[in-house]
T-cell receptor, first 110, second 116 residues
């Protein structure tokens, strides 16, 4: 079983729609959580950190549920430029390396 | 500020040949990481340098892979001899001194390696 599991998609949604991604992690010692975005043939870029209290950055909202070991990302009013692969990433306690999910591919259609 | 740069951007080699990938981190970044994505799989950690010292090389696949960071500046990752399963995208990343997660991790554009 992968340490970080994501639905690979692809998700195809119309512009303006709301889309949600989920991610689960298996290691209860995970302590830091992130969503990264990766455009085709580009490097991963940090989208946002994820906290138990939830955090919002414009149209993006991320949420962590430690009890269920579950992370979510919500994108409201989606734009064509949101098309990308979204990577769920965790860091284990005491570790100095990112553990990536396989990514969820999102395409926003005009 | 110049970002993390990697060279070459693409490399096509035959099985059994040697390839050396180079990474120049952001100036002043003590932490340097190598990650790899093989086709159809998730991005996986290879190793971590703090300055010139290897802190964690638990992700290195086997002894055909050798990473160095002499002088604590740029790093090289050599694959010798290359095998077909080594094909993938090799990413380098760097961050300032301190714990991962406390400061942003900056990735390079990656080197796309194809072994034929």
């Amino acid at each position: 079983r992968k340490e970080v599991e994501q639905d690979p998609g692809p998700f195809n949604v119309p512009e303006g729609a709301t889309v949600a991604f989920n991610c689960t992690y298996s290691n209860s010692a995970s302590q830091s959580f992130f969503w990264y975005r990766q455009d085709c043939r580009k490097e991963p870029k940090l989208l946002m950190s994820v906290y138990s209290s939830g955090n919002e950055d414009g149209r993006f909202t991320a949420q962590l549920n430690r009890a269920s070991q579950y992370i979510s990302l919500l994108i409201r009013d989606s734009k064509l430029s949101d098309s990308a692969t979204y990577l769920c990433v965790v860091i284990r306690q005491g570790a100095q390396k990112l553990v990536f999910g396989q990514g969820t591919r999102l395409t926003i259609n005009p | 500020e110049a970002g993390v740069t990697q060279f070459p951007s693409h490399s096509v080699i035959e099985k059994g040949q040697t390839v050396t990938l180079r990474c120049d981190p952001i100036s002043g970044h003590d932490n340097l990481y190598w990650y790899r994505r093989v086709m159809g799989k998730e991005i996986k950690f290879l190793l971590h340098f703090v300055k010139e010292s290897k802190q964690d090389e638990s992700g290195m696949p086997n002894n055909r892979f050798l990473a160095e960071r002499t002088g604590g500046t740029y790093s090289t990752l050599k694959v010798q001899p290359a095998e077909l399963e080594d094909s993938g995208v090799y990413f380098c990343a760097s961050s300032q001194a301190g714990q991962l997660g406390d400061s942003p991790l900056h990735f390079g554009n990656g080197t796309r390696l194809t072994v034929t």
